[in-house]
């Protein structure tokens, strides 16, 4: 069986048509089309059902799929070893890490990574998108309640958020002491741009859900930092983002006997299970779980 023909079935694939699989290859759609016909008549049987938007496999197809993406996975860590070898530890990683987190937190982590393997290209990305991983991103990082199955999810640990002020604030206008008061009260916190934000209470068992009309709303979570310290009004904020202030008393917290979130209990790494891992995004990998104490540290090149 053509290799080359087979690679190009696992392309299709992947990319969910014909037309998406001809402009990664650089091909004619009527050329990939031609190849694919050419190797079911090989095969002896369909491979892929076409439709108008998808290109779905056949039992015989996805099978063949499977072999396929092994092959090509093989061969790109072949290359890689000789790539590397007598080198340091290089390639490229695509990262796209959310951008409150990815500001506050991560920001120093990839610093120190870019330190310890200076031969690898870092891309990052900080955004808040729902489609995680796309072409050019291998790794993405997101809070949410439930990873999408068709993805490998790692925890990062549990997002927590906070209600807080300013001491300040606090002092002239005296803190929200119910959910209801909160609700009531000039909230500063993060937002989407058309979406209502809900504010989910756990206490215990018990699972309470209250609608937010922020008087001051951004994704820029440095920027609600500074609208938190400037006294402008009640912080609902993920603890990181004041867990400074409040150690030392700048910051006040309230409602601490409940569990708070908006967007997410839980924060992931995100990789696609089929796609090919090259050392250099292993390495990012294991260091960002490591980071997160969440698994050793690798051990540099």
């Known amino acids: 069986m053509d290799l080359q023909a087979l690679s190009l079935l696992v392309e299709i694939i992947d990319s969910g048509n014909l037309s998406q699989a001809a402009r990664k290859l650089r091909m004619t759609r009527a050329n990939v089309s031609y190849h694919l016909t050419q190797l079911e008549k090989s095969v002896g049987a369909q491979l892929i059902r076409r439709t108008t938007r998808r290109a779905e496999p056949t039992e015989v197809g996805l099978r063949l799929y499977e072999h396929g993406r092994a092959i090509n ?20 990683v695509g990262l796209s890490v959310p951008s409150g987190y990815g500001q506050m937190v991560m920001s120093d982590w990839l610093i120190e990574f870019k330190r310890l393997y200076p031969g690898i290209v870092l891309d990052v990305l900080f955004e808040n998108r729902a489609d995680h991983l796309r072409d050019e991103v291998d790794i993405a990082v997101r809070v949410i309640s439930e990873p999408p199955l068709s993805v490998v999810a790692r925890s990062l640990g549990e997002m927590r958020y906070v209600a807080c002020a300013s001491r300040e604030w606090a002092a ?43 008087t001051l709303s951004s994704e820029h979570f440095p920027f ?23 150690a030392s008393g700048e910051v006040l917290q ?16 995100l990789y696609l299970p089929h796609r090919h891992q090259t050392r250099a995004v292993r390495t990012c990998i294991e260091f960002l779980l490591a980071k997160a104490g969440r698994g050793p540290m690798p051990t540099p090149a």
């Open 224 to 246: 609600l930092h500074q609208g938190i310290l400037a006294g402008l009004g009640v912080g609902l904020v993920p603890d990181y983002v004041v867990q400074r202030e409040i």
């Open 73 to 92: 996975n093989e061969l790109l860590a072949a290359r890689e070893t000789i790539a590397d070898l007598g080198q340091g530890l290089q390639g490229r």
């Open 254 to 269: 309230t409602l601490q006997e409940y569990r708070l979130s908006i967007f997410g209990t839980q924060l992931y790494l």
């Open 172 to 214: 002239r206008h005296g803190l929200p002491r119910t959910l209801h008061e909160l609700r009531a009260s000039p909230l500063i916190t993060a937002g989407v741009l058309g979406r209502q934000l809900r504010l989910s209470a756990y206490q215990g068992d018990e699972r309470q859900e209250v609608s937010l009309e922020p």
